[in-house]
């Protein structure tokens, strides 16, 4: 019954920034912790940032000091600032929200569609 949809993703040039965002809809849940996911090359997703929703924060060694994460918990979204974007960082990037559903009465994981990021060299 949840919903999301990712944007922002696109191309840009080694160095520069873009900003993604994922938005959460379609029924009764409550948010708690989301993540964001990196698929490269190795077609592996690798989870580089994640907040609580306490508001910490954890992040994957490589994009540390580059990347932040955020959430608009009003707005049921979830973002992720890039900067200083290497090559490395291409790939699709997905969002990972893990929700309770209140109708359901249940935790559940849920997906975005990814959204693709190229970094021109």
């Known amino acids: 019954q949840v919903q999301l949809v990712e944007s922002g993703g696109g191309l840009v040039q080694e160095g520069g920034s873009l900003r993604l965002s994922c938005a959460a809809s379609?029924?009764?849940?409550?948010?708690?912790?989301m993540s964001w996911y990196h698929r490269g090359p190795d077609q592996e997703r690798r989870e580089v940032a994640r907040?609580?929703?306490?508001?910490?924060?954890i992040y994957e060694g490589s994009v540390e000091g580059r990347f932040t994460i955020s959430r608009d918990d009003a707005k049921k979204m979830v973002y992720l600032q890039m900067n200083h974007l290497r090559p490395e960082d291409m790939g699709t990037y997905y969002c990972?929200?893990?929700?309770?559903?209140?109708?359901?009465?249940?935790?559940?994981?849920?997906w975005g569609q990814g959204t693709l990021v190229t970094v021109s060299s």
């Open positions: 990972k929200v893990h929700v309770w559903e209140l109708l359901n009465e249940r935790y559940a994981d849920y």
């Open positions: 907040i609580k929703l306490g508001g910490e924060t």
């Open positions: 379609g029924g009764s849940f409550r948010l708690t912790d």
